[in-house]
């Protein structure tokens, strides 16, 4: 049977060439005025998936990979 891609993780995960996945930051939607201007800015860089995580992202993006 073949395998689904779920949607709701390829919206959120960028797959690279060499295989990282890049995913948004936390903290950025709301409250952004108890925060600092530098803060801030460290939101808005993508960051790469840790490798347990990184294991279980490639089983929701089958092709992916």
Known sequence: MKQKTKKAAAKR??????????????????LKASKSKTAKNRYKKQAF??????????????YNR
Do not use: C, D, W, Y
Request: avoid cysteine; aromatic fraction near 4%.
């Open 13 to 30: 995960f960028k797959i690279t060439k060499k295989g990282k996945i890049l995913r948004q930051r936390q903290m950025a939607g709301h």
């Open 49 to 62: 998936v840790s490798k347990p995580e990184k294991r279980n992202i490639e089983k929701l993006m089958p």
